[in-house]
């Protein structure tokens, strides 16, 4: 009697191309899926463990076999687990999505999907063919005449870019030495998520937290709650007019890649006027890698092209700091997608 030998199964290898073009293509209804569980605040809902998706469903008013299908997709590409008999749980990644986890990325989800920010992502073509960006087509004002006008969404934006932070914050703090510094001054600081945690970490050290009026309107309330009053004075103003003076180290994080060269040299110019001779100024952004190494970077430069700033390899940041008198002492790489770019007065 003849024995049947087990079939061999090969190890699956990498797409083929048509297959991998598929994947790319279609990865944009993955993150509109992301975005709408993370406005029903479907992963808060399930802190206390799996529901089903009909409870989930009455708890947020959906329908609950179309709920089904988006978790259903979801949990295939790790956000969410479904059990089998129907209940949905957490992932390390839906724990991200909720509203009050300690690396909570449900704002800046959010944001990715809101139609304000979603159509401009519409419009690349047309940032493409023009180099115009796309912000301004869509909306007819920039990114920062917009907000102060609608102010749901500069409250999303803000606690994106927080959320976004979070992560960066802690390799910032451990890649550079700020305790030599008496004074700081964060140069559009948003809500003070890095010189909060900076002047923790530092108690010698005092700050000056600058940014747009209403921006340090909403800031105030934080300061405050964190004990640092005294030691961060809230400055409202324009940094394409001036800059505060008085400090010895100068932070823009993630601002100059929102502007294109012109923006960019004024408000290094601006921070440059007010530095004293042995000042040294910090530009912390994602250095765009060479080659064609995958880089979050290069994602974020088109970003800014939407925006009208760009993302920057390291010598094209050398040249626009030389270009505005500075001279690049240092640049270290955190464990992140940042780096830490330090200048002296040239």
């Not at 809101?114 to 159509?119: A, I, K």
């Not at 140069?187 to 890095?194: C, D, I, R």
Request: proline share 7%; charged share 20%; aromatic share 8%.
């Amino acid at each position: 009697m003849s024995t049947q030998k087990p079939l061999k199964h090969s190890e699956p290898g990498p797409p083929p191309p048509p297959v991998a073009l598929i994947q790319l293509t279609t990865s944009c209804w993955i993150s509109q899926a992301v975005y709408v569980a993370a406005k029903l605040g479907v992963a808060d809902l399930l802190k206390d463990g799996p529901e089903s998706y009909s409870e989930l469903a009455a708890a947020t008013q959906t329908d609950p076999r179309s709920l089904y299908r988006l978790l259903r997709l979801l949990a295939s590409v790790g956000v969410f687990a479904e059990t089998s008999d129907g209940q949905f749980g957490l992932t390390p990644m839906a724990e991200c999505l909720k509203s009050d986890g300690p690396y909570s990325m449900r704002a800046w989800a959010t944001m990715m999907g809101e139609d304000w920010h979603w159509r401009m992502w519409g419009e690349l073509l047309y940032s493409v063919r023009t180099g115009k960006p796309a912000f301004d087509h869509v909306h007819g004002a920039r990114p920062f005449e917009y907000f102060p006008r609608n102010p749901e969404a500069a409250r999303l934006f803000d606690e994106a870019m927080t959320s976004l932070s979070v992560p960066e914050v802690g390799a910032i703090l451990g890649a550079y030495d700020f305790s030599k510094y008496r004074k700081i001054v964060d140069v559009a600081g948003g809500n003070g998520s890095l010189i909060i945690p900076l002047l923790k970490m530092n108690p010698e050290t005092t700050a000056v937290l600058f940014d747009l009026p209403h921006v340090i309107e909403r800031a105030k309330g934080r300061i405050e709650v964190e004990g640092l009053t005294e030691r961060c004075q809230l400055v409202g103003g324009d940094f394409f007019k001036a800059a505060p003076a008085g400090g010895d180290l100068y932070i823009l994080k993630h601002i100059i890649h929102d502007f294109d060269d012109e923006g960019a040299l004024n408000i290094l110019r601006n921070c440059r006027g007010v530095m004293s001779e042995n000042a040294r100024l910090l530009v912390i952004e994602m250095v765009i890698p060479p080659g064609n190494e995958p880089s979050f970077g290069k994602l974020v430069d088109l970003e800014m092209l939407l925006i009208g700033g760009a993302g920057r390899t390291e010598t094209e940041y050398q040249n626009l700091l030389a270009e505005a008198g500075f001279k690049v002492t240092m640049v270290a790489p955190t464990n992140s997608p940042v780096s830490v770019i330090e200048s002296a007065l040239g």
